[in-house]
């Protein structure tokens, strides 16, 4: 079992980027958080409660029987993140408390500004996690991977440089996203096609129904060829 911490900029970020790899990660037994950094609000049809109800039922929906996915918020305001000692601080001690081994942020290149310093809060956290001489709760720790999935505001092709297999997981996937009812079913309703879309694509590139796509600037070791699609 492994402690998992997945970082979104909103709620919904890291159902659209990576939902289907929470709920396979989950279904492993893993120990998955989803840290919002931001309520999300304001948004045209949304509010703070109502998101966070969306949010919670979200997190149900990708979570299997016996290990239920955990969400908390982080605080930081919505459109107005920003990078600082503070926020790399709150984010290290939700890195300590989880003791997270993996972490999951967005890519690092975007169209949002709340995607581009959450990412480079979540970099540089990483490593304020692992110091000593630092007043932070919890005991210190690397996370020995960092992975970046694509909830991007780019209209352009993703680069992974490794997929997951999600095709069990797509069906969960996408009622989790429409689980953010006043996001992607009252408004946006396309947004949804695209990322089932999307996910078959990426599926194609392993020659199975749906993948999700991440990136890593550390290479990943493998043990052997067992663990390949091939």
Do not use: C
């Not at 919002?36 to 990708?62: C, F, Q, S």
């Amino acid at each position: 079992m492994v402690n998992v911490l997945v970082v979104g900029p909103h709620p919904d970020d890291q159902e659209a980027g990576m939902g289907g790899t929470v709920a396979r990660l989950a279904a492993e037994g893993h120990n998955i958080l989803l840290l919002d950094v931001t309520n999300g609000e304001p948004t045209p049809l949304g509010d703070p409660e109502t998101r966070a109800k969306e949010a919670a039922r979200a997190a149900e929906i990708l979570s299997p029987p016996g290990n239920p996915i955990r969400r908390r918020m982080l605080g930081l305001p919505n459109r107005f993140v920003e990078h600082s000692i503070e926020a790399r601080h709150a984010m290290a001690g939700v890195i300590r408390e989880h003791q997270a081994q993996v972490i999951f942020t967005p890519f690092f290149e975007d169209a949002h500004p709340d995607h581009l310093a959450v990412t480079r809060i979540v970099e540089d956290a990483r490593f304020d996690a692992k110091l000593r001489k630092i007043d932070l709760l919890g005991d210190p720790i690397y996370p020995r991977w960092l992975f970046y999935y694509y909830a991007t505001h780019l209209r352009w092709v993703a680069n992974p440089n490794f997929l997951i297999d999600i095709t069990d997981y797509l069906d969960r996937k996408l009622e989790a996203i429409r689980a953010y009812d006043t996001q992607f079913v009252q408004a946006n309703a396309h947004v949804v096609e695209w990322i089932e879309a999307g996910s078959k694509y990426m599926g194609s590139r392993l020659g199975v129904p749906a993948a999700e796509g991440f990136y890593t600037k550390e290479p990943i070791g493998l043990a052997g060829l067992t663990g390949l699609v091939i």
